[in-house]
């Protein structure tokens, strides 16, 4: 019959304690185990150290083990007995305490080493951005680095990530601010994606942000500044492929991000359209736009075509001819002209457009609305289908090139 163990108690460990030490100090002392029963001892060395340890058979190999748990008194004697009975419940489902504590101490060591920084940085390496896009996230980057950067990215609370914001809105830079839960959101979902952390807790902070101001593009609506603009574009020396898309701008007033990634498989030159969905990344509608395509539009496609050689893309970058040209390339060929932001940019063709075609030409607002790719509904409250109107918005898109052709001329 195995021998009752008596479980220790508080006052037992202190007075063992006590007699130890002072056989340690007449060289009589050998070093001496308690057990508490269930495989948990405490171990009185003669160095003075008073150590908890856990005894036990692996599940697996069915050897004897010893796991350290801890100094006493750091460990007390209720929190040896919770790791013992921890230990325990592992063993009971054939979980060896031993691995399962190598595992915990190698995910506290990953988490450790995966901050927030080090995960940003893997995740720019999966990105394909502009040069001035690369330049603007860095700021955003900083933003967040300076806060967080360093911690463990399993570790960085709402809170955290709420003081960065807070930074920004109270300089008034409420676009940055938004900028900066966006880009953190980013890196937190890639972190998700390879188990680094639970959850993006950015996302908890959708909707807490100032909103960001309207923008106005700024435009020159006026016929006589419209056609100085035109004039001084022709005028324009610069890369050929800058040179074509603000000589076409105008005519298609579509979104520069769209122009810039423009296909010449989307061109159909015998039905005269140019067919496209917008990239999601524009956050616009999502449905297909169809943009009818003037003589004059077809003249200069017909120019530009030859300086495309084996680029799918109308307006490659100089780089490389599977990528756009920059996000920038336009307003800054505006800038070098002469016009600043607060005068012109290329969006504002948008606005010109919008303005003229109904102030000048009297075209109706819906066809311009639809062209401009608006969401436009009919009596009914339902939004009109894309190729509805289309011989009309073609006519009207002919009518506007013409109109550009005479302001360019006057």
């Known amino acids: 019959m195995p021998k009752k163990v008596v479980p220790l108690t508080d006052s037992k460990i202190k007075a063992t304690q006590k007699q130890f030490k002072a056989n340690i100090n007449s060289g009589l002392a050998k070093d001496l185990r308690l057990s508490d029963g269930d495989g948990l001892n405490l171990i009185f060395r003669t160095s003075g150290a008073v150590l908890w340890r856990f005894d036990y058979t692996r599940p697996i190999s069915k050897k004897r083990n010893t796991l350290a748990i801890g100094n006493y008194p750091e460990i007390t004697l209720a929190e040896a007995r919770g790791v013992r009975e921890e230990y325990r419940a592992l063993i009971s489902k054939n979980i060896d305490p031993q691995t399962y504590r190598n595992d915990i101490l190698e995910e506290a060591k990953i988490s450790h080493e995966n901050t927030f920084r080090k995960i940003a940085e893997e995740f720019k390496t999966k990105q394909v951005l502009t040069p001035a896009t690369v330049v603007r996230n860095e700021r955003i980057y900083n933003y967040l680095y300076e806060e967080f950067g360093e911690m463990p990215i399993s570790e960085i609370r709402a809170k955290h990530l709420v003081k960065v914001i807070r930074k920004a809105e109270a300089k008034g830079t409420i676009e940055t601010a938004h900028r900066i839960r966006s880009k953190a ?106 943009v009818p395509l003037s003589d004059q539009v077809i003249e200069l496609l017909k120019e530009l075509k030859p300086f495309c050689y084996k680029s799918d893309l109308l307006f490659p970058s100089i780089s490389s001819k599977t990528r756009p040209m920059s996000d920038m390339t336009i307003n800054m060929a505006l800038r070098r002209m002469g016009y600043d932001r607060d005068k012109m940019t290329g969006h504002g063709f948008r606005a010109i457009a919008r303005t003229l075609l109904e102030e000048k030409l009297k075209f109706p607002v819906e066809r311009i609305e639809q062209q401009l790719a608006h969401q436009v509904r009919d009596m009914h409250g339902r939004a009109y289908n894309r190729t509805k109107f289309l011989e009309e918005r073609a006519e009207m898109m002919q009518g506007w090139s013409d109109y550009i052709d005479k302001l360019k001329a006057s």
């Open 185 to 290: 959101s980013q890196v937190f979902r890639y972190a998700v994606s390879l188990g680094f952390c639970e959850r993006d807790v950015a996302h908890d902070l959708i909707g807490t942000i100032k909103p960001r101001e309207i923008k106005h593009y700024s435009a020159l609506v006026e016929e006589k500044d419209f056609g100085q603009l035109l004039k001084d574009i022709e005028q324009y020396e610069g890369y050929v492929h800058t040179k074509f898309a603000l000589r076409i701008l105008p005519h298609v007033f579509v979104r520069t991000g769209e122009l810039r990634h423009a296909k010449w498989s989307d061109i159909n030159f015998e039905e005269r359209t140019w067919s496209y969905t917008p990239p999601k990344t524009m956050k616009k509608t999502g449905v297909e736009h169809i």
